[in-house]
């Protein structure tokens, strides 16, 4: 059963699972959402989690970037994203491009952004993650500084002449912090790119994004209504939200835990059982 990535063009995080599934050499399902909500063919098949991108295979849906990488590299672990010698270490610097930095790089490509003709985008950030035009723009310079350094720690990380930032072979860090150039450069020509990093990113961005084939919705939520998910049982009852978020909590029964991430077992009514994946981190877990 072939992948299928809810996901729009502009979407950072979705860049990331598309050079995974280029790496990969994937054929995949390719369903454009909304970059505001609402979002209503992904909701019913997350539960509530609007977030991009989603990952949908069969009746099981992966939602945070993290968690799709887990599914994509158990199901097709070949070429992997977690090459020796960096290994799961990969998983640690990935995370490293999330949190702080990411807004770094939000600075750089959207501080100049205005407020007329872009009014829905404002308001939907404004709502869900309280990012106020006025208040950001006043962070903007110093981010944009950060942003910088983040660039020089990456130079000294490429600068014995490593092809990668893990060695010799591209892996999730890789993918991960060169998205955060691909989403910078948005802001135009005022963020400089040195001759170190430069050749690093073309041969991240030279695996491609796979065999996309595109997908209407409704093709994707009939295909999770004729599959069954991975999991099944009867846990407890919980909520599960996002850090820094004010978007509405998927509820479901709590019916797997690893190390790295866990399981709701949901019963939709327009398409039976859906089993939805989160990772551990940045993720809000409750009993109902």
Known sequence: MHPILFHYPASPWAEVVRLALGLKQLTWGSVEVPAICP?????????????????QIGADVFCDTLAIMDALEARWPEPTLYPE?????????????????????????????????????????????????????????????????HLARLEAKLADGRPYL????????????????????????????????????LRVFALGHGRPEAM????????????MPSVSGNGQLARVSQQGSADPPVIGHLVQET???FTLLRHSPELGPVAVHFPREGQIVEPV
């Open 166 to 201: 893990g060695g010799d072979r591209p892996g999730h860090g890789d993918l991960a912090h060169a998205m955060l150039l691909w989403f910078a450069a948005r802001g135009g020509p005022a963020q400089q790119v040195s001759a170190t990093l430069a050749p690093w990113a």
């Open 259 to 261: 190390a790295d991430g």
């Open 85 to 149: 010698p960096l290994g799961r270490g990969h998983r640690a610097l990935a995370i490293e491009a999330g949190g702080a930095t990411f807004l770094a790089a939000v600075a750089v490509a959207l501080g100049d952004l205005p407020v007329a003709g872009n009014e829905a985008f404002w308001a939907d950030r404004e709502r869900r993650f309280g990012l106020r035009p006025e208040a950001f723009r006043a962070m903007v310079p110093g981010l944009q500084q950060a942003f910088a350094a």
């Open 39 to 55: 979002k209503p063919e992904q909701e019913v098949l997350t539960g509530g989690y609007v977030r991009t991108p989603v990952l």
């Open 216 to 227: 209407t919705p409704a093709q994707a939520l009939a295909e999770a209504r004729a599959a």
